[in-house]
């Protein structure tokens, strides 16, 4: 998803924050569901609910101009075109499961 983001307008900096601040509050799995049961954030780390919420406000404050993404050639989804927006949320629910489960921040 990454080479496809950065090809949008915007994408280099939303990339950004999410690589770089972002993720720096996302938990490790077992605090992550601790914090969704209660409810409440720990620290720097943000309950899941907050997370997901985050990722809505970066994305809807992007102003695009194009909003779909054409798939040309081989493509990572089944319709020809996407929203970009889509594409950018796909993009971060993934980096918060993948710092869940273990990858490195």
């Known amino acids: 998803m990454?080479?496809?983001i950065l090809s949008f307008e915007e994408g280099p900096k939303f990339i950004d924050t999410i690589?770089?601040?972002f993720s720096g509050k996302i938990a490790e799995a077992e605090l992550l569901q601790d914090m969704y049961e209660t409810q409440r954030s720990n620290?720097?780390?943000i309950e899941p609910?907050?997370?997901v919420e985050t990722i809505g406000e970066l994305i809807e404050a992007i102003d695009m101009k194009e909003?779909?993404?054409d798939q040309k050639g081989k493509?990572?989804?089944?319709?020809?075109s996407v929203p970009k927006k889509q594409v950018m949320a796909l993009y971060a629910i993934n980096k918060i499961c993948s710092i869940a489960n273990g990858e490195k921040k």
Do not use: Q
Not at 75 to 80: A, C, D
């Open 2 to 4: 990454e080479p496809i």
């Open 19 to 21: 690589n770089n601040g």
């Open 43 to 45: 620290g720097k780390y």
């Open 49 to 51: 609910v907050e997370l």
């Open 67 to 69: 909003l779909n993404f």
């Open 75 to 80: 493509t990572p989804f089944r319709k020809k």
